[in-house]
């Protein structure tokens, strides 16, 4: 069975880069599927950040594009989202998750970022 | 690109039946085979409960199935539950490649 933990600060300063790590146990990052970062602001319902394949390749949420990235680190298979430049509405809980075909088969918890001086 | 529009809530009795309706454009829900159902609880995992439209992961009762016409996807769940409280969500993918929410229901167990 697939495991997701989330983890990284739960406070971040406006205009500084939130950064969350996803520790993947129960398969590889290195297979044939896609990986993805999706959030949940308070009271709001889910946004899609982004997903990536271990080959490299990238896909973005066209409103997050100029900030976001996500990286893999194949040797502790986990995988990490960078969002810069943070405001107040950036505030979410982060979750990763699993692609199965054009869906997200596999969840994790998620973890709240809070972004407030 | 804009979420997918859903009821805020819907709720029945248990036992009953009841229907989410999840509407998108031409561009998405009506052009992918790709809807997806997510079922979320305060503090847990969420869980996928239908994907492909139809289709419903090991594990999910056949109490829950999808269906999809033109524009708008559904999720019934018949013969509700008590654990079936929660809220749920619709998602499909949008090319570009991309995916989309849609804005949540919140299901009631009266």
């Known amino acids: 069975q697939v495991q997701l933990q989330e983890s990284g600060p739960g406070l971040v300063k406006p205009s500084e880069t939130l950064s969350l790590t996803c520790a993947v146990s129960?398969?590889?990052?290195?297979?044939?599927?896609?990986w993805s970062w999706v959030r949940q602001p308070p009271g709001k319902g889910l946004e899609w950040v982004g997903e990536?394949?271990?080959?490299?390749?990238?896909h973005y949420n066209p409103s997050l594009k100029t900030r976001v990235t996500i990286s893999v680190d194949k040797s502790k298979n986990q995988f990490s989202l960078n969002l810069s430049a943070v405001t107040a509405a950036d505030t979410a809980v982060y979750f990763c998750?699993?692609?199965?075909?054009?869906?997200?088969?596999?969840w994790g918890q998620g973890t709240l970022v809070t972004v407030s001086s | 690109q804009s979420a997918l529009t859903q009821p805020r809530s819907v709720s029945g009795s248990p036992g009953q039946s009841v229907t989410i309706s999840c509407t998108g454009t031409s561009s998405d829900v009506g052009a992918y085979k790709y809807v997806s159902w997510y079922q979320l609880h305060p503090g847990k995992a969420p869980k996928l409960m239908i994907y492909d439209v139809t289709n419903r992961p090991s594990g999910v009762p056949d109490r829950f199935s999808g269906s999809k016409s033109g524009n708008t996807a559904s999720l019934t769940i018949s013969g509700l539950q008590a654990e079936d409280e929660a809220d749920y969500y619709c998602c499909t993918y949008t090319g570009s490649p991309s995916y989309v929410f849609g804005t949540g229901t919140g299901v009631t167990v009266l």
């Open positions: 129960g398969d590889s990052i290195s297979t044939t599927y896609w």
């Open positions: 998750a699993k692609n199965g075909g054009f869906y997200l088969e596999y």
């Open positions: 990536f394949h271990h080959s490299g390749v990238t």
